[in-house]
């Protein structure tokens, strides 16, 4: 997994750095222990984001620093909004070194386990009932996100249009969306059509698939995807990370700030492999 790669991890920590909210420092005798780095703490976040471990785990893999500390620390980083400012940072920042293209977007959902339930989780109907979460996004006609939604796996994808559609219009994007696609299983009801026609969205396009027929060869059935296959892919990029593929924390806040966290990560290795992020070694 390349986030693990050194000159990957340094290039996420030089954006990370600067967002990180100054630590407290009210002992009464001012005898505190050593405060563990930063630097080491995120690298234990990215170890469970792509493995998928636990934090004792990840504690094990690391070194130098407990699960309880990890803990609390993430706790900090979600308060203070660290990585939803990191994705926004990195989005912004691909816009303007090497350009979005919101006019044809794309939206899809994606389901994941979620076997330690809690807030924002359900019941999944495509794993027998298993409890799971799913987030929401709407890509660029590149497959950039660039709106996010989460909620419960028992949550149909129609009914997290809106949410998404308001999380691109949180970046400035919306307006600039022409044409979103959409599968076919956004077609069940007329909510989707009033959530694009209230985002000022012109034209919808949801692929509809042929069904095979009895005796048909199956190579012989069409699905006609448009530009849909994109979001397909993102969604396969966001569920290479373990810990979003089978999600084991308990509120809705971790999952989100998770899911910021990984697009940003997907962004920053875009932009450093484009050449516009400088290499931590230079």
Not at 36 to 47: R, W
Not at 154 to 170: F, G, I, M, P, Q
Not at 218 to 234: D, I, N, Y
Request: glycine share 8%; charged share 25%; aromatic share 6%.
């Amino acid at each position: 997994m390349r986030a693990l790669e050194p000159q990957v991890f340094d290039a996420i920590w030089a954006e990370v750095e600067a967002l990180l909210p100054r630590p407290r420092d009210d002992h009464p005798l001012g005898c505190h222990r050593p405060r563990v780095s930063d630097k080491v703490c995120l690298f234990a976040m990215v170890v469970r984001l792509v493995t998928g471990c636990s934090w004792v785990d990840a504690e094990t893999l690391v070194g130098g620093v407990s699960d309880t500390t990890l803990r609390t620390r993430r706790d900090e980083w979600v308060t203070a909004g660290v990585f939803d400012h990191l994705m926004e940072l990195a989005l912004a920042t691909y816009d303007a070194k090497v350009g979005l293209a919101p006019a044809e977007a794309a939206a899809d959902g994606c389901v994941a386990k979620a076997p330690c339930g809690g807030e924002g989780t359900g019941r999944n109907p495509v794993d027998r009932g298993k409890l799971g979460w799913k987030w929401s996004i709407a890509t660029d006609a590149n497959g950039i996100p660039m709106g996010l939604a989460i909620d419960g796996a028992n949550r149909h994808d129609s009914k997290l249009l809106a949410a998404t559609l308001e999380a691109v219009d949180d970046q400035g994007l919306l307006e600039e969306i022409d044409i979103l696609y959409l599968d076919r299983g956004y077609d069940r009801n007329n909510n989707v059509r009033i959530a694009a026609a209230e985002a000022g969205i012109s034209r919808l396009v949801i692929s509809q698939v042929r069904a095979r027929q009895p005796g048909q060869r199956l190579k012989a059935a069409k699905v006609p995807l448009g530009r849909r296959w994109v979001v397909e892919r993102t969604n396969s990029w966001l569920s290479n990370y373990g810990q979003l593929r089978r999600n084991t924390d308990r509120k809705s806040s971790h999952r989100a700030a998770q899911l910021a966290f990984v697009v940003a990560i997907l962004l920053i290795i875009r932009l450093l492999d484009a050449g516009h992020l400088p290499h931590p070694e230079d």
